[in-house]
C-alpha cells in the first residue's frame, strides 16, 4: 500500500505542470465563487429552438468578449456517481470509481480537498449551498472529510409550495435566498453553488417557462429546452445581484457543468435536434460540458485547448500562488505553458488535441474521420489506464491517509456541524 502511494506520489510529480508566472498568485485572497450548472451539455451554448437561443445568458458569455474565459472543448470525467463525481473531481482533481460513487461508498476516506487546503494555506471560509437536503449523495459525510465550513441545504431554504421542483427547490428561489447566507460569510470566501432544475426528467410548470417546449416527442429532450433555458434565467439574475452588491468585480467566479443530461437512450431525438447521426465518436463530443473562469486581472477569450475538469482544482491553487507539486493530483493548470491537453474519461475513453480514442479506435478529434491506431496512440491509451488505476488505488486504499509531505494537516471531522441551529 506505502508501495502503491509513492507509485502514485511519482506519477503525479511527473505530470505535474509549473505555474504560469503571469497568473501564479494572481487572485491570492480573493473570493471564489464557483456555480454547478446541473447536466447542461455544451451543444446547448448557441443552441436555437425556433429561432430563439435558448441559453441567451451563457452564450453571451461564451463569447469571451467580457469578463469570463470560455472552454468549448472542456469535458465532464464522470461516472454513475454523477453530480457527486463533478464535486469529487473538482475539489480533488482525482477520478471517480469506475462503479457506484466514491461519495457513496468511500465517504470515510482521508480527502485532500480544495476547501481543506485553501483553510490551511490561506485562511478561507468554505461553503456549499444546494435546495436538496444534506444527506443526498451522502454529502453531509463527505463534506466534513473535505473541510466545507458550512452547508446550506434545504433546511435553511423555504421549501414549501410553488418552490419545489422535481427533486427540489427551484433554481431562483435557491440563488435569491442564497444571497444572505452569502454575505455572512467570513472573506475571503470559497462558495459553491449547485443548480439543481435542470435536471432528469426536465419537468417545469408552465408558469416558470419562458420557452417552448421541444418538438421532436423525446419527453426528455423536448423538456431539457425549456428548463436549460430558467436555469440561464437564474444564473443571469444571481451575477446581476453579485454586481449590485459589489461581490462580483472582485471575484473569482466558475461556472461550470457536471455532466450530461440527455443519455444515448434518446439518441433518436437528438439525431432530430444535431440533425446528424449519433456515432460514438459524436457521442463523445456531446460529453463536453461548458466551462467559464473569471479571474479579476484576467481577460475574458475563447479558449480551444482540451481540458477536463481535474483541471480546476490546480488552476485554482495556483492562482492563489499555492504551489501544487506536492500535491497529488491528476489534472494539471490551465493557466500553465504545460497544461496537458489530454482528458481522460471514466470509461477509458481518451481525447487530446489530436484524437479521441474509444475503444481499440481512433478518431480525428476536429473531423470525426476514423484514422489508424499508432504506437503513439496506444501509448496514451495505456497511461490513461494507468492513471485510472492509480486514482483507484488511491481511493480505495484510503492512501491520502499517509500523505503528508506537503504539510496537510488532516481534517478534525468533529469541527463541522451542518444544521440551521450551528450557523
Ligand atoms: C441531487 C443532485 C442531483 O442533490 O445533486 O444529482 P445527480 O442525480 O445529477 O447525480
Ligand atoms: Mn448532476
Known amino acids: 500500500n506505502e508501495d502503491d502511494l509513492s507509485e502514485i506520489v511519482n506519477y503525479t510529480k511527473r505530470k505535474n505542470a509549473e505555474p504560469n508566472p503571469e497568473t501564479f498568485g494572481i487572485a491570492k485572497d480573493k473570493n471564489i465563487i464557483k456555480i454547478h450548472l446541473e447536466s447542461l451539455q455544451s451543444w446547448m ?4 429552438h425556433n429561432g430563439e437561443e435558448v441559453t441567451p445568458f451563457l452564450n453571451e458569455l461564451a463569447k469571451g468578449n467580457g469578463d469570463f474565459k470560455y472552454y468549448p472543448n472542456f469535458y465532464h470525467q464522470t461516472g454513475q456517481g454523477k453530480t457527486a463525481d463533478a464535486e469529487l473531481i473538482l475539489d480533488n482533481s482525482i477520478y471517480g470509481l469506475a462503479e457506484g460513487s466514491a461519495f457513496s461508498l468511500k465517504g470515510d476516506n482521508h480527502y485532500q480537498a480544495l476547501p ?62 442564497s ?31 419562458t420557452i417552448d417546449r421541444g418538438d421532436t416527442g423525446d419527453n426528455t429532450v423536448d423538456g431539457y429546452i ?22 462580483y468585480d472582485d471575484s473569482v467566479i466558475v461556472i461550470y457543468s457536471d ?6 437512450n434518446h439518441n433518436r431525438a437528438m439525431e432530430e435536434i444535431q440533425g446528424h447521426e449519433i456515432t460514438p465518436e459524436v457521442n463523445q463530443d456531446n460529453q463536453r460540458v461548458p466551462f ?29 500562488g499555492i504551489n501544487t507539486k506536492e500535491y497529488i493530483m491528476f489534472g494539471t493548470d490551465l493557466f500553465s505553458d504545460q497544461h496537458k491537453e489530454m482528458v ?11 484524437y479521441q480514442i474509444i475503444g481499440n479506435e481512433v478518431f480525428d478529434r476536429e473531423t470525426n474521420e476514423k484514422i489508424e491506431e499508432t504506437e503513439k496512440t496506444k501509448a496514451i491509451k495505456k497511461q490513461a489506464e494507468i492513471e485510472l488505476e492509480l486514482s483507484d488505488k488511491l481511493i480505495y486504499g484510503d492512501l491520502f491517509r499517509f500523505y503528508d509531505q506537503n504539510g496537510f494537516e488532516k481534517v478534525d471531522t468533529s469541527q463541522y456541524m451542518y444544521s440551521p441551529n450551528e450557523y
Open 116 to 177: 481543506s487546503i485553501l483553510n490551511q494555506q490561506r485562511n478561507y471560509t468554505s461553503a456549499v449551498f444546494h435546495g436538496d437536503y444534506k444527506t443526498f449523495w451522502n454529502r453531509d459525510q463527505v463534506y466534513k472529510r473535505f473541510g466545507v465550513d458550512r452547508f446550506y441545504d434545504a433546511e435553511f431554504y423555504d421549501m414549501t409550495g410553488d418552490n419545489i421542483e422535481n427533486l427540489g427547490l427551484l433554481d431562483k428561489p435557491f440563488f435569491e435566498e
Open 45 to 48: 451554448i448557441g443552441y436555437e
Open 292 to 320: 467559464y473562469i473569471k479571474v479579476p486581472g484576467m481577460d475574458g477569450e475563447v479558449v480551444e485547448d482540451v481540458a477536463g475538469q481535474v483541471d480546476v482544482m490546480p488552476t485554482l491553487m495556483h492562482l492563489q
Open 226 to 247: 425549456q428548463t436549460a433555458r430558467y436555469m440561464d434565467e437564474a444564473v443571469k439574475d444571481f451575477v446581476s445581484d453579485l454586481k449590485e452588491e459589489g461581490m
Open 344 to 354: 481522460i474519461m471514466r470509461n477509458g475513453e481518451v481525447i487530446t488535441d489530436q
Open 259 to 264: 455532466h450530461y443530461g440527455i443519455s444515448e
Open 179 to 209: 444571497m444572505s447566507y452569502l454575505k455572512d460569510l467570513k472573506e475571503p470566501y470559497y462558495a459553491h453553488f449547485l443548480t439543481l432544475t435542470h435536471h432528469y426528467p426536465f419537468s417545469l410548470s408552465e408558469d416558470e417557462a
